[in-house]
């Protein structure tokens, strides 16, 4: 299968691509972590609203990560890369 770049909103891309450590122990006794790195997305197209390939959810975000076609749960286009090249104050000449 070919891997393609699909839109996803910012709360499903964080919860794959953010790395926690624990920090110390709360007075209640429950674990404070500290956020420690935030991979980059693979793709960004600002300005561009989509649905998230994830959970569903309209994402004006602009993060696309890479997915196998078999991992997206809902159905979107991937991204066309041919779009993140284009001037959109050209002409079209």
């Keep these: 299968m070919t891997i393609k770049a699909y839109p996803q909103c910012e709360k499903c891309y964080l919860e794959e691509n953010t790395q926690w450590e624990p920090e110390s122990v709360g007075d209640d ?13 693979d ?39 041919d779009d993140l090249n284009t001037d959109p104050y050209s002409k079209g000449t």
Aim: net charge negative; charged share 15%.
């Design 29 to 41: 006794g429950s674990l404070i972590s500290k956020l420690t790195a935030v991979t980059v997305p």
């Design 43 to 81: 793709q960004l197209k600002t300005g561009e609203i989509n649905v998230c390939a994830s959970c569903g959810e309209i994402t004006i975000v602009g993060i696309y990560a890479n997915m196998e076609p078999d991992e997206v749960q809902y159905d979107v286009d991937p991204l066309n890369l």
